[in-house]
């Protein structure tokens, strides 16, 4: 009967360590996905900077070098 207790308690000890243990890592996925986001629309931001340069130095010339493809990825903004 005391083994059953005590296993009864350890396992109970076990669940709160897990659930603690996923919480944090819930957390960290979540900071991940922060700096991801924020690292994309940066990303986003210099291509549209650069293309637009790119295209102000060439607009004087009749058929310039290079062709810039504007290409941003569509930022999804988690809601």
């Given at each position: ?8 308690e350890n ?15 819930d ?10 986001k924020q ?5 986003a ?12 130095l ?7 070098f ?5 290409r ?8």
């Amino acid at each position: 009967m005391y083994f059953l207790q005590q296993s009864r308690e350890n396992s109970g000890l076990a669940c709160q360590m897990l659930h603690k243990v996923q919480q944090h890592t819930d957390k960290q996925k979540q900071e991940q996905k922060k700096k991801r986001k924020q690292k994309r629309i940066r990303h986003a931001v210099v291509t549209c900077m650069a293309a637009t340069l790119i295209n102000t130095l060439t607009r004087g010339r009749r058929k310039p070098f290079f062709y810039i493809s504007m290409r941003i990825n569509v930022i999804k903004l988690d809601t």
